[in-house]
């Protein structure tokens, strides 16, 4: 059975910082890409960063200079260290695995919230 649990989401006033980690199990994690997506209430899903099998990482244009993305092949893991946060970060985020950033991912985690305040 697959899984991707996330955890690390929470509350955090503007400009301060937030780690989100997800692991995976169930499958050869460590085979395909990892990454985050996310969406803020009335809009759209967006991608957020991925790492591909061979730890290349991609930003989308919100994360870049400000959230760093890395895996843990040994542990299965893939983390999102958020810094700078604003409040149009505010949004659910979804751990994805396999086919991010190309077509839909094959694998999901349940998501985890992050609320940025003033």
């Known amino acids: 059975q697959v899984q991707l649990v996330e955890s690390g989401g929470g509350s955090v006033q503007a400009g301060g910082s937030l780690k989100l980690s997800c692991a995976a199990s169930?499958?050869?994690?460590?085979?395909?890409?990892m990454g985050w997506y996310r969406q803020a209430p009335g809009k759209e899903r967006e991608l957020v960063a991925f790492?591909?099998?061979?730890?290349?990482?991609e930003y989308r244009e919100p994360a870049k200079g400000r959230f760093t993305i890395s895996r843990d092949k040994s542990r299965y893991t893939v983390t999102l260290q958020m810094d700078r946060l604003r409040l149009e970060d505010t949004a659910n985020y979804y751990c994805?695995?396999?086919?991010?950033?190309?077509?839909?991912?094959?694998?999901w985690g349940q998501g985890t919230q992050v609320n940025v305040s003033s």
């Open positions: 790492v591909s099998a061979y730890d290349v990482a």
């Open positions: 994805a695995a396999c086919h991010v950033g190309q077509t839909e991912p094959l694998y």
């Open positions: 169930g499958y050869d994690a460590n085979s395909c890409e």
